[in-house]
């Protein structure tokens, strides 16, 4: 019996003990968060232009064969100079959906049809636009490529992380320590994403042919890299 009770006595020691050692253990002394971050302008690169038409009738199958022939001739024209990477192609939403009288019942049927152009050939994508003309330019958006992001996220973030270095010795230095480690730290980037704009142009008419171009003007867009996390001093 007596030795039922000594086997759980340690038992319960051995189990309480690691709980009442981590309770004594006092707070760590020296540890100081910190931030820094860098930025850089950078021209936007990509450029992503979404034609579109509506049709509308009293038949839908005819409804759709217009948006059908619209999308086909603005796909075909777009096809003859697309390129990978540079200018890419690919249709958008299609939708056909009835309209309905006041009384009720179906009053006849409307539907929309997209084409998308994104690329970083912008002045090939610009001229493309004068020579659709089955659809009109509802949206035109500029941003960055994943290439380059990637290249410019790459040097800002070295930017960052050597301010936080820099941060962290001075830091140091002046609570009087003589060194330092990094306990822990997160690395974020934030990059512009893709704006849409107004279309700069008038919607063409249907059945006119038109040699008008896009004016293309990409402008900067910023990109940043935050860095933080702790350090502990030594």
């Known amino acids: 019996m007596k030795k039922s009770l000594l086997r759980s006595s ?24 910190l931030s820094a971050s860098a930025s850089v302008d950078v021209t936007k690169d990509l450029l992503n ?4 038409t509506t049709r509308e009738g009293a038949d839908a199958a005819a409804v759709q064969s217009q948006l059908k022939q619209a999308l086909d001739a ?16 690919q249709t958008g939403n299609f939708s ?11 009053s006849g049927w409307q539907g929309s049809a997209e084409l998308i152009v994104e690329g970083r050939d912008m002045p090939a994508i610009g001229a493309l636009t004068g020579r659709i003309t089955t659809l009109s330019i509802a949206r035109v958006g500029y941003g960055l490529s994943r ?12 930017q960052a992380i050597a301010r936080f270095r820099a941060k962290a ?6 609570f ?9 730290v997160n690395v974020n980037a934030d990059s512009p ?31 940043t890299v935050n860095v933080n996390g702790t350090v502990q001093m030594k």
């Open 96 to 106: 056909l959906y009835p309209r309905y009288a006041p009384k009720g019942g179906i």
């Open 49 to 52: 232009v979404t034609f579109s």
């Open 193 to 223: 994403v893709m704006l849409a704009t107004a279309p700069t142009l008038r919607a063409k008419a249907m059945s006119a042919p038109s040699d008008e171009s896009l004016p293309v003007e990409a402008g900067k867009g910023t990109v």
């Open 74 to 89: 603005a796909l075909a024209e777009a096809k003859k100079v697309a390129k990978p990477g540079q200018l890419e192609v």
């Open 10 to 33: 340690l038992l319960l020691a051995a189990i309480a003990g690691p709980a009442f050692a981590q309770a004594d253990t006092p707070p760590p002394q020296g540890v100081v968060a």
């Open 176 to 184: 009087g320590y003589g060194s330092y480690t990094v306990r822990e």
């Open 147 to 158: 290439e380059l992001r990637e290249k410019v996220e790459g040097d800002v973030a070295a």
């Open 169 to 174: 010795a001075d830091y140091t230095k002046q």
